[in-house]
């Protein structure tokens, strides 16, 4: 029953699925709520969408150090680092209502309001998983990877609806209910940063057996004859994340609600389901990959997803609008395995970490840009529907830029 892919993981790839699940269960968790909770404790809209650029944007700052520095300094040591700002900001999130120390925790430490991946995590995460894995098996053990991302985000925002409704039901007033899920995300940062110190030399790039070569790290930010591709990549996935900041998870959830009056608990059954289907996505793309290649395969299931965003919010109704939007994260995901498959090939191996951290902080910049303008416009309510048209018209404009600059351009498995 266990696909072959999975069957040659060592126990460092494993850990890296583990410390995945556990930190997407943690983002999922925390997305549901965080926006109700912040205009809950007194922050308006247009604040709430400061606190959530900031956050972003302190995210960006953040990864891009550590990620740069991983493979000189060490990728468990950074991340470790990593999931110890995440616990201490989601601390900060639940111990005060104070508008200055939430800018600062938002901007020093690790907070999606997406739930997805934000921080040094994920870019670090691909490079150590590289390193322990054959090429050959690299896109569908990245496919799996996402599932397992999508399936924990899934039951995160199913157990932080259910969790605030559960406690609501008990007498604990709303605001209340929605500190015990940022609580619960600060003790999983803790838990993260155990589980890595577990992981071994092996994730390294100076593993035993594997030839290092130092001097090809240092020459711009860890990047050497890697620097053209991924300064193109970099700006490309920049605009993805942008569009996409437009529609995050948290203000998605929130235009259910000013739009329909959805409640959180039936919320997190929504985007429940909406993230197990995109985790599922995640697995065809690696067998459409196989046969059309990386590249066709990020376009050409990209592209009507961004159209079924557009018409999220045309819906008449709550039925159709989920139907809608379930139907798009059903196809949404599948460009995730293949993107992050396609930049660890296209880079040279010691140049992974930088690779993945540089169009990592392209994307958390792209993405930290856009809720400001999202808090303004949510804060007039003839144009809560406006972000939904931004994002999908952006994304459009992605994968027709994507596609013309690296069709010609094939990773090394392909090429054979």
Same mark, same amino acid.
Request: net charge positive; with cysteine.
């Given at each position: 029953?266990?696909?072959?892919?999975?069957?040659?993981?060592?126990?460092?790839?494993?850990?890296?699925?583990?410390?995945?699940?556990?930190?997407?269960?943690?983002?999922?968790?925390?997305?549901v709520?965080?926006?109700?909770?912040?205009?809950?404790?007194?922050?308006?809209?247009?604040?709430?969408?400061?606190?959530l650029?900031?956050?972003?944007?302190?995210?960006?700052?953040?990864?891009?150090?550590?990620t740069?520095?991983?493979?000189?300094?060490g990728?468990?040591?950074?991340?470790?680092?990593?999931?110890?700002?995440?616990?201490?900001?989601?601390?900060?999130?639940?111990l005060?209502?104070?508008?200055?120390?939430?800018?600062v925790?938002?901007?020093?430490?690790?907070?999606?309001?997406?739930?997805?991946?934000?921080?040094?995590?994920?870019?670090?995460?691909?490079?150590?998983?590289?390193?322990?894995?054959?090429?050959?098996?690299?896109?569908?053990?990245?496919?799996?990877?996402?599932?397992?991302g999508?399936?924990?985000?899934?039951?995160?925002?199913?157990?932080?609806?259910?969790?605030?409704?559960?406690?609501?039901?008990?007498?604990?007033?709303?605001?209340?209910?929605?500190?015990?899920?940022?609580?619960?995300?600060?003790?999983?940062?803790?838990?993260?940063?155990?589980?890595?110190?577990?992981?071994?030399?092996?994730?390294?790039?100076?593993?035993?057996?594997?030839?290092?070569?130092?001097?090809?790290?240092?020459?711009?930010?860890?990047? $050497?004859?890697? !620097?053209?591709?991924? /300064?193109?990549?970099?700006? %490309? +996935?920049?605009?993805?994340? =942008? &569009?996409?900041?437009?529609?995050v998870?948290s203000?998605?959830?929130?235009?259910?609600?000013?739009?329909?009056?959805?409640?959180?608990?039936?919320?997190?059954?929504?985007?429940?389901?909406?993230?197990?289907?995109?985790?599922l996505?995640?697995?065809?793309?690696?067998?459409?990959a196989?046969?059309?290649?990386?590249?066709?395969?990020?376009?050409?299931?990209?592209?009507?997803?961004?159209?079924?965003?557009?018409?999220?919010?045309?819906?008449?109704?709550?039925?159709?609008?989920?139907?809608?939007?379930?139907?798009?994260?059903?196809?949404?995901?599948?460009?995730?395995?293949?993107?992050?498959?396609?930049?660890?090939?296209?880079?040279?191996?010691?140049?992974?970490?930088?690779?993945?951290?540089?169009? $990592?902080?392209? !994307?958390?910049?792209? /993405?930290?840009?856009?809720? %400001? +303008?999202?808090?303004?416009? =949510? &804060?007039?309510?003839?144009?809560?529907?406006?972000?939904?048209?931004?994002?999908?018209?952006?994304?459009?404009?992605?994968?027709?830029?994507?596609?013309?600059q690296?069709?010609?351009?094939?990773?090394?498995?392909?090429?054979?």
């Amino acid at each position: 029953m266990i696909p072959n892919a999975l069957k040659a993981l060592n126990r460092d790839a494993w850990l890296l699925f583990l410390t995945r699940f556990t930190r997407l269960f943690a983002y999922g968790l925390i997305s549901v709520v965080l926006v109700f909770y912040l205009v809950g404790i007194g922050l308006t809209e247009s604040q709430t969408g400061l606190v959530l650029t900031l956050t972003l944007i302190g995210d960006t700052a953040i990864s891009l150090y550590l990620t740069t520095q991983a493979d000189r300094v060490g990728r468990r040591r950074m991340l470790i680092i990593g999931a110890l700002l995440m616990a201490a900001a989601g601390l900060v999130f639940a111990l005060t209502r104070n508008f200055f120390w939430l800018v600062v925790a938002g901007t020093i430490g690790v907070i999606s309001p997406s739930g997805n991946e934000v921080g040094p995590f994920l870019s670090i995460e691909q490079a150590a998983l590289s390193h322990v894995i054959p090429g050959r098996a690299r896109t569908e053990v990245f496919a799996w990877y996402t599932l397992a991302g999508s399936l924990a985000t899934a039951i995160g925002a199913l157990c932080g609806g259910a969790l605030t409704h559960a406690l609501q039901k008990t007498a604990v007033a709303p605001v209340g209910s929605y500190r015990v899920v940022v609580i619960c995300y600060a003790a999983l940062g803790v838990a993260l940063a155990v589980i890595f110190t577990r992981l071994s030399a092996a994730a390294e790039v100076s593993a035993p057996g594997e030839e290092s070569t130092p001097g090809s790290l240092k020459s711009f930010l860890g990047l $050497g004859r890697s !620097r053209r591709v991924v /300064a193109k990549l970099a700006t %490309l +996935f920049a605009l993805d994340s =942008f &569009a996409g900041g437009f529609v995050v998870q948290s203000f998605a959830a929130y235009w259910f609600y000013l739009r329909f009056g959805v409640d959180p608990g039936t919320l997190g059954v929504i985007f429940f389901w909406a993230n197990i289907f995109a985790g599922l996505s995640s697995l065809f793309a690696s067998r459409l990959a196989s046969r059309f290649g990386l590249i066709n395969t990020m376009v050409a299931t990209h592209l009507p997803s961004n159209i079924l965003l557009i018409l999220v919010p045309l819906m008449p109704n709550l039925k159709l609008a989920v139907a809608v939007l379930l139907v798009r994260f059903s196809i949404s995901q599948m460009d995730v395995p293949t993107r992050q498959s396609y930049t660890m090939a296209v880079v040279s191996a010691d140049e992974r970490s930088a690779a993945a951290g540089i169009t $990592g902080v392209a !994307r958390t910049t792209g /993405a930290a840009i856009s809720p %400001l +303008f999202v808090g303004f416009l =949510f &804060a007039r309510p003839r144009l809560i529907s406006v972000p939904f048209y931004l994002a999908g018209t952006l994304k459009i404009v992605y994968d027709l830029l994507l596609y013309k600059q690296f069709v010609g351009l094939r990773p090394p498995e392909e090429a054979s």
